[in-house]
């Protein structure tokens, strides 16, 4: 029963059990045809296609909610439910498994400068106490941060059970 995928997302949506999807808008059918092109090139170019299909079939699914509501249209619009469409996608097409995934990034080379030359920098951590101060350069004064008492509270009762 393997087949080759269709070239056209209609014969597709109703291999895969879609009725109505030529009485779709067709601002939706032209988007979906898009999709499923560029579904075609990814597969032509080797890749796996199983991930964009299945979002594709979920994105058709919504679409086909939402012609029953919009439409009033007479009988079943679809055949199967969602996991019986992925089942029946995967009967149909299970060479869509087969391809690579590529990377989305190669990986990172350490940084040259040119000619090939790597950097000799090296970052410095700078204690605050280390800077020498001059006539231009005022420090910041340091706050008082400890607090041994807080207005209101105290520690009378906060750790004992009773209260």
Do not use: C
């Amino acid at each position: 029963m393997e087949r080759e995928l269709p070239t056209g997302f209609v014969d597709f949506a109703v291999s895969t059990g879609f009725l109505a999807a030529n009485h779709w808008s067709k601002a939706s059918i032209e988007s979906f045809q898009r999709s499923w092109e560029e579904i075609l090139v990814q597969k032509n170019n080797g890749q796996a296609v199983m991930l964009p299909i299945f979002s594709l079939l979920y994105r058709m699914n919504i679409e086909d909610d939402a012609f029953l509501v919009h439409e009033n249209f007479e009988g079943a619009s679809r055949l199967r439910s969602v996991h019986d469409q992925s089942i029946r996608i995967l009967e149909l097409y299970p060479q869509i498994s087969e391809g690579t995934n590529t990377p989305k990034e190669p990986a990172r080379r350490p940084v040259q400068i040119g000619l090939g030359l790597t950097s000799s920098y090296k970052h410095k951590n700078i204690n605050r106490l280390s800077v020498k101060l001059d006539e231009h350069t005022v420090a910041k004064p340091k706050a008082y941060r400890h607090i041994l008492y807080t207005a209101g509270w105290s520690v009378r009762g906060a750790f004992d059970e009773e209260y």
